[in-house]
């Protein structure tokens, strides 16, 4: 099913558009054109990737109405971070313990 909604995918981006509105979608269309279908075989992904938008969302709000962040690679390595707490949490997992493993599994001193 994937590889033919793939196809039709391909087929609408070959189109030429007159309309700004339509160009701008088959944009949007062709760069995606590897990950729109993802949830076709893989079932922990939604097709709406809404978990995902409402995972970040606070983020961004509080990156926006703080402008703490001020470097793409900052706000990159804070999305990152922030995203995988949430995974974690999501899963069941604990994040502190996650982490800590991540870092090298050494605790890690409070003071």
Same mark, same amino acid.
């Given at each position: 099913?994937?590889?033919?909604?793939?196809?039709?995918?391909?087929?609408?981006?070959?189109?030429?558009?007159?309309?700004? @509105?339509?160009?701008?979608?088959? $944009?949007? *269309?062709?760069?995606? !054109?590897?990950? /729109?279908?993802?949830?076709?075989?893989? %079932?922990?992904?939604?097709?709406?990737?809404?978990?995902?938008?409402?995972?970040?969302?606070?983020?961004?709000?509080?990156?926006?109405?703080?402008?703490?962040?001020?470097?793409? @690679?900052?706000?990159?390595?804070? $999305?990152? *971070?922030?995203?995988? !707490?949430?995974? /974690?949490?999501?899963?069941?997992?604990? %994040?502190?313990?996650?982490?800590?493993?991540?870092?090298?599994?050494?605790?890690?001193?409070?003071?």
């Amino acid at each position: 099913k994937r590889a033919e909604a793939s196809l039709h995918l391909e087929g609408l981006i070959r189109e030429d558009y007159e309309a700004q @509105e339509v160009k701008k979608l088959i $944009e949007k *269309i062709r760069n995606g !054109l590897g990950h /729109w279908l993802t949830f076709v075989t893989e %079932p922990d992904v939604e097709s709406t990737n809404n978990r995902a938008e409402r995972a970040l969302r606070e983020q961004v709000v509080l990156r926006k109405m703080f402008r703490t962040l001020r470097s793409a @690679e900052g706000v990159q390595i804070h $999305e990152t *971070i922030t995203t995988m !707490l949430a995974t /974690w949490k999501r899963r069941g997992l604990d %994040p502190p313990e996650q982490l800590q493993s991540i870092l090298g599994g050494k605790e890690l001193s409070s003071g």
